[in-house]
């Protein structure tokens, strides 16, 4: 299950450090995705960076989950609680797969919960890991 992607998108190891490092602190970003009526959907996302990428992580059935489906475009955007009117905004194209999807929810959920695993599972629940291609980003 891959979202779409391009050729020409920043593949890794390109996102500048200043946003990096306001996305591997435990904050709380937006990922706003498009919705069918072509309005934006946010939603607050627990987030991370792996191999130079913003990650997020989703269940499949969800809004942002049938967006991205249809349409990969999203940005994201976290502020630093210690610089609070500069944010960390990343603009690209989701890739979505659920391969390493609940280790990676696992993982979010040690960084900001404090807990091994992931708690909220529900039964039947498919995870899926949302890997941002960066086409542009800024803080």
């Known amino acids: 299950m891959e979202g779409e992607s391009s050729e020409s998108l920043p593949q890794s190891g390109d996102l500048p450090a200043e946003v990096i490092e306001v996305f591997e602190k435990p904050v709380l970003a937006y990922l706003a995705t498009n919705g069918p009526d072509g309005h934006p959907h946010v939603s607050p996302m627990w987030v991370d960076v792996e191999d130079g990428l913003v990650t ?4 499949e059935g969800r809004v942002k989950y049938r967006n991205l489906k249809r349409d990969a475009r999203v940005s994201i955007s976290a502020e630093d609680p210690a610089a609070p009117f500069t944010p960390a905004v990343v603009k690209g194209v989701a890739t979505m797969t659920t391969e390493g999807a609940d280790e990676h929810i696992d993982r979010l959920a040690k960084k900001y919960l404090g807990h091994d695993r992931y708690q909220f599972r ?15 980003a800024v803080r």
């Open 122 to 136: 529900q039964p039947g629940e498919v995870r899926v890991k949302i890997v941002i291609n960066h086409i542009a």
């Open 56 to 59: 997020v992580n989703t269940a």
